[in-house]
T-cell receptor, first 111, second 117 residues
Framework: GENVEQHPSTLSVQEGDSAVIKCTYS??????FPWYKQELGKRPQLIID?????GEKKDQRIAVTLNKTAKHFSLHITETQPEDSAVYFC??????????FGSGTRLQVQP | DTGVSQDPRHKITKRGQNVTFRCDPI?????LYWYRQTLGQGPEFLTY????????KSRLLSDRFSAERPKGSFSTLEIQRTEQGDSAMYLC???????????????FGPGTRLLVL
């Protein structure tokens, strides 16, 4: 089955700096890669996703890049703000099946 | 509220008791997923339904776990003879999947936090 690895497990940045979180996946059939943000005690919320026919997608301060050859994808957050502090999960889906999640990255933005 | 809802939000039970959780998906969504999340980890897939049909079960779903979606709308997840290791957050998600299209975006409910004493 699919295996998703996520790094780093914790990330601390200064407000205004950029943050990058990286994930690798094992199943070459995976074709959908969402990123979720989860604040303490709350539900995971989708922040951005990308499908395998696209190499990069951007939404304001958030961008995701995908390298299918290397089987890795990354989340980039620019101009970080304290409200970006949360746990971020990457995930991968092959076909129309369920998501396989990474283990999460705890991002702390220092004001 | 048109999002995914779950009930109860919290459940405390004694080891050996049975518990049942309910999930109400977004109304037009045909696919419903159950995940389990333990502290500090990402959600782990348990099972999913396409309308009322249960299409896949994870090996994490032991014989003590059963899920139903009888009319293709809400779903229930029952855990029989609970064990302390069942303590976790149980998350439900739903999506709309077209017949010939790729998997749809999954929207999560707030979860049911289970504590087995």
């Amino acid at each position: 089955g699919e295996n998703v690895e996520q790094h780093p497990s914790t990330l601390s940045v200064q407000e205004g700096d950029s943050a990058v979180i990286k994930c690798t996946y094992s199943d070459s059939a995976s074709n959908y890669f969402p990123w979720y943000k989860q604040e303490l005690g709350k539900r995971p919320q989708l922040i951005i996703d990308i499908r395998s026919n696209v190499g990069e997608k951007k939404d304001q301060r958030i961008a995701v890049t995908l390298n299918k050859t290397a089987k890795h994808f990354s989340l980039h957050i620019t101009e970080t703000q304290p409200e970006d502090s949360a746990v971020y999960f990457c995930a991968a889906m092959a076909g129309r099946r369920a998501l396989t999640f990474g283990s999460g990255t705890r991002l702390q933005v220092q004001p | 509220d048109t999002g995914v809802s779950q009930d109860p939000r919290h459940k405390i039970t004694k080891r050996g008791q049975n518990v049942t959780f309910r999930c109400d998906p977004i109304s037009e969504h045909n696919r419903l997923y159950w995940y389990r999340q333990t502290l500090g980890q990402g959600p782990e897939f348990l099972t999913y339904f396409q309308n009322e049909a249960q299409l896949e079960k994870s090996r994490l779903l032991s014989d003590r776990f059963s899920a139903e979606r009888p009319k293709g709308s809400f779903s229930t997840l029952e855990i029989q003879r609970t064990e302390q290791g069942d303590s976790a957050m149980y998350l439900c998600a739903s999506s709309l999947v077209a017949l010939a299209g790729p998997g749809g975006t999954q929207y999560f409910g707030p979860g049911t936090r289970l504590l087995v004493l």
